[in-house]
């Protein structure tokens, strides 16, 4: 079995709007800003915005076995959503709770920054102490521990440059 990251067509946006409400839910664990309204639909929805076909949105769909397991959504440059003079921002990410801590988060991330080369942004709510650990720990082995610590809108976050790293190990 293995993990695909590819990037979602329009045919599989129906699976990335499955996916969508269970990563929100999630996320309202750490705050009030992801509430369900009065259809119980939850907003914010920005997935909208990841649906379109263009150039500086990369909507990618994770497979385990052929079964959907998540997703990531990375905004490319000029993306209206990203600090000047970064490549990419990867805004969204996602896996489900009952395929986490089995290495497939970190196969998926390395498998999308090994994609796209660039300088690179993330940040995770501040509440969220998993993720920044993820992150943390993913990217100090990932580039030698040459990342940045920053806040964006006040939230945890980092930003490192890719474009000279090896490829990851399979």
């Known amino acids: 079995m293995s993990l695909r990251v590819t990037r979602a067509s329009p045919a599989e946006y129906p699976i990335l709007r499955n996916l969508y409400p269970l990563y929100l839910h999630d996320l309202s664990e750490y705050g009030d800003g992801y509430t369900l309204d009065a259809q119980g639909i939850w907003q914010p929805d920005y997935l909208p915005t990841w649906l379109t076909e263009s150039e500086q949105v990369h909507p990618l769909l994770f497979r385990w076995d052929d079964r959907p397991v998540g997703f990531a959504l990375v905004g490319q440059a000029p993306f209206p959503y990203m600090t000047p003079g970064r490549d990419f921002r990867l805004s969204e990410f996602f896996i489900i709770r009952s395929q986490r801590r089995h290495g497939l988060g970190q ?57 000279h790293l090896p490829p990851s190990p399979p």
């Open 107 to 163: 196969r998926a991330a390395l498998a999308i920054f090994d994609r796209y080369r660039g300088v690179w942004e993330l940040s995770q709510l501040r509440e969220n102490r998993g993720a920044i650990g993820f992150w943390r720990r993913l990217l100090t082995d990932y580039t030698g521990g040459t990342f940045q610590e920053t806040l964006i809108d006040g939230e945890p976050a980092q930003v490192f440059d890719n474009r």
